[in-house]
């Protein structure tokens, strides 16, 4: 109930940052994107996780001024990081459900774009599964037009909770994330590897790039690797940071 009625002050009050964490290309090594991830920087209790948040944010509706916020900030950032000389890179925002069921989502996806002048090429949009839960055809609809629109899609989080095959027939997407599930305990389980190593065939097979979350040591890297998945996002590399300092990493890795 707290955090519920805290939700707009906080927004109003700048107390909403965004962290940066790098995705790095295996074939370069090379930092070549970064996801931001939102931080709640509350005076009172601290730093409060999204998981504690977005779930009221989405079930208040909060979400859509939040999730506007959030895609005018990360635009915002890519302007700043530019101006500061930083190799151009693509920036990845998280999007809910919710978002996805407003009417005008498109538009206000592209107004906040064309109004930071950000070129669409330079934004990413992490999906999940649930946003087909509701309307399929009203989603597959909105995604082939942000694609149109140069923006690159991602599904997020593939592997956890119902997901199906069926989507990646029909999906418009660029870039298949893998979720930290899969590289849990891969090292030692050996079907779990050869479910990885299928996968990546499967997206390839369908033009699709392949990026593995939650990849934090050595011995999981290569076994990802071995089966040639396309780039990494995890603490191996570095978890979510705040802007300067993703800068500081990205120029010595870009
Ligand atoms: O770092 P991590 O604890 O940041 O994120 C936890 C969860 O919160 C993840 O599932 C992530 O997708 C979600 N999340 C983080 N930032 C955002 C955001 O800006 N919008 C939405 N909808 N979800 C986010
Ligand atoms: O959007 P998504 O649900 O994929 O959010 C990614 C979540 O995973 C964030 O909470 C982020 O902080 C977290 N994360 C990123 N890298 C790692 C990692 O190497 N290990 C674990 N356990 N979590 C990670
Ligand atoms: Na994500
Ligand atoms: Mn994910």
């Known amino acids: 109930v707290m955090l519920e009625s805290g939700l707009y002050p906080a927004l109003e009050s700048n107390q909403f940052m965004l962290y940066y964490q790098p995705k790095v290309d295996l074939e370069s090594g090379r930092i070549y994107a970064a996801e931001a991830l939102l931080r709640w920087k509350h005076p ?3 730093m409060v996780p999204p998981m504690e948040f977005i779930p009221i944010a989405e079930k208040t509706g909060f979400i859509i001024p939040l999730g ?3 895609l005018r900030e990360a635009c915002r950032q890519v302007k700043r990081w530019e101006k500061q000389g930083l190799p151009q890179l693509s920036v990845s925002v998280n999007m809910s459900m919710i978002q996805f069921q407003q ?3 498109v538009h206000t996806i592209q107004s906040i ?6 070129r669409p090429q330079q934004i990413e949009l992490e999906l999940t599964e649930s946003i087909f839960m509701d309307n399929p055809d009203h989603t597959l609809r909105i995604l082939h037009e942000l694609k149109r629109l140069g ?6 989080d593939f592997g956890t909770g119902y997901s199906s095959l069926s989507y990646l027939q029909s999906v418009p997407i660029h870039y298949l994330k893998l979720d ?3 590289i849990h305990d891969i090292v030692s389980d050996y079907r779990k590897q050869m479910i990885f190593k299928s996968l990546v065939v499967i997206a390839h097979n369908l033009d699709l790039k392949v990026v593995t979350e939650g990849v ?3 011995e999981e890297l290569d076994i990802i690797k071995g089966h040639q998945c396309d780039s990494v996002q995890g603490y191996l590399y570095s978890p979510p940071l705040p802007p300067d300092r993703f800068a500081e990493l990205y120029r010595k890795h870009s």
């Open 44 to 46: 009172e209790f601290g």
């Open 113 to 118: 774009i064309s109004e930071e002048g950000v």
């Open 68 to 70: 506007e916020w959030v």
């Open 180 to 182: 930290k599930s899969f």
């Open 103 to 105: 009417k005008n989502i």
């Open 216 to 218: 934090e040591t050595a």
């Open 151 to 156: 923006l690159a899609l991602s599904l997020d």
